[in-house]
């Protein structure tokens, strides 16, 4: 995968909302993060129509600079990260229990600078992360399970359960 500070800035604004920010506020920061794009690429025309274009030559490429080391300094690598992972993480944020989540969102490799800096993996630990993640998993397979057993007949429609949980080798593992 490319680092994404190498991605053209157009990629930044819509991909890595997807894949970074938790589902509630996805669309609050897809909206964000292209109304950041538009301000800048405003800033530069501006630039652009007040300087001859020798001049824009010596200016504009500080912005990019700018805009890379920003997304290199601020911004997670989800490489291998799949978003029910970073789901639980910010639900753990949301919550104020930033400090009880030990899963692989805040390993140190997925950390940003800023985030290993402030000390965010510290909390890591593989072990304990899997259990909270076992544990998660079967309470809502019991919910879902309490459900489908009280409403045998009515179609099984829960919003945050995830369809996989009652088929396959989960369930079996879990009942």
Known sequence: MIPAFL???NCTTFLIAAEVFPTPIRGTAHGLAAAAGKLGALVIAVVGSYNPTQQQYYIVPWFGLAGMLLTKLFLPDT??????????RWLHIRQGREHEYHGPAVHRKHLSIWGRWMGKGKHYDADLGYQMKVKECRAEWEAAMAVRREDKDALFDMDDVDESILHGS??????
Do not use: F, K
């Open 7 to 9: 991605l053209n800035p």
């Open 79 to 88: 490489t291998g990260l799949d978003l029910r992972e970073q789901q639980r």
């Open 170 to 175: 989960l369930h079996t593992y879990l009942n």
